[in-house]
């Protein structure tokens, strides 16, 4: 996804139309391809050919041809209607391509192409759900990963509505978790409260699964970036909107490991409703304690034996969390062993 693309092909337009026309009609298993393609280009020319291309028909094109006749395809109807011509056919275009294109790498191109082509925001935005579905349903949903945290600018420039807003951020949401990929599935819960806020219907059970994700995943640890969004904030203060789980979450922002342990022990029911994995999140609370230690000992060497009391460790397991520390960004520093 980029700038806007330009498609050049070699050849009159006549010709290019009537080359497709063809080359569906052979891949429709047209009795008489002269006669459907001459029917194809006649009259309403773009509608003509885009209809007939759909229902699986140019999605299936074989991978080596996909980009080329679709690149055709897409460079006709923007000829002959324009950009506002592709636009309107670009979500049922996609959404034939999302359904029934055998190679996800090929068909993901060619909704790259066409979200770069369509112009107009909506359009790129039903482009991109298709892109989502393609993506999950040929496990190549890693290739979306770089743009998960771009959603709530790109959902802004394509201007739609917070619903749509929402919709799109959480199908990407789901099928990221449905891929096992619960870090990415976070980022996109993140993004979800940055692009849609607060007033949303669904803000408080994002908000809340967010906060217990961050709680049970080992490689997140920023707790600020989620703490510190605005829709978090106005939902911990409107009537304990977020219940349990803003409990959770002033627990993690105001307990070092030891406070954390009594708050495990009072309140163990209702984290255990919420699907927090207390072992995990006692890990991560070790893990949040020595990153403040270190961050009240700036410049000060820190005994091994003052992390070890604090976190409820063997001094000669000291080293293990600290490198892990280290490993999770919380903090930069060295052992003098």
């Known amino acids: 996804m980029g700038a806007k693309d330009v498609i050049f092909v070699d050849g009159e337009l006549s010709s290019q139309i009537d080359e497709l026309a063809r080359y569906i009609g052979e891949l429709k298993g047209a009795s008489d391809v002269a006669a459907f393609a001459a029917e194809v280009s006649s009259g309403e020319v773009p509608s003509n050919i885009i209809q007939a291309s759909l229902g699986g028909v140019l999605a299936k094109a074989p991978e080596n041809k996909l980009e080329a006749v679709y690149n055709q395809l897409f460079a006709i109807a923007a000829s002959q209607g324009g950009d506002d011509g592709l636009s309107s056919v670009a979500g049922e275009v996609a959404r034939d391509i999302e359904t029934q294109a055998e190679s996800g790498v090929a068909g993901l191109r060619v909704l790259n192409n066409l979200y770069n082509l369509a112009g107009e925001g909506r359009a790129q935005a039903k482009v991109f759900e298709s892109m989502v579905g393609l993506a999950a349903r040929t496990q190549l949903l890693g290739t979306l990963v770089p743009l998960v945290t771009r959603l709530p600018t790109m959902c802004s420039e394509w201007g739609v509505s917070a619903e749509d807003s929402a919709r799109i951020i959480l199908s990407l949401r789901d099928a990221l978790d449905q891929a096992q990929l619960s870090c990415e599935a976070y980022e996109a819960e993140v993004a979800f409260l940055q692009a849609v806020g607060s007033a949303s219907d669904k803000a408080v059970a994002v908000a809340s699964s967010a906060i217990v994700r961050f709680a049970n995943l080992a490689a997140l640890c920023d707790?600020?970036?989620?703490?510190?969004?605005?829709?978090?904030?106005?939902?911990?203060?409107?009537?304990?909107?977020?219940?349990?789980?803003?409990?959770l979450l002033n627990a993690l922002l105001s307990s070092d490991y030891r406070q954390w342990l009594q708050f495990v022990a009072a309140n163990g029911d209702k984290l255990k409703a919420l699907g927090v994995d207390a072992q995990k999140a006692s890990d991560k609370m070790r893990l949040l304690t020595v990153a403040s230690i270190a961050a009240d000992s700036l410049g000060q060497g820190v005994p091994f034996a003052t992390i070890a009391q604090a976190i409820d460790v063997a001094e000669t397991d000291v080293e293990v969390w600290i490198i892990d520390v280290i490993r999770s960004g919380l903090i930069q520093g060295k052992m003098n062993q």
């Open 223 to 247: 707790l600020d970036a989620l703490a510190s969004l605005a829709s978090v904030q106005e939902l911990s203060q409107r009537n304990n909107a977020l219940g349990d789980a803003g409990l």
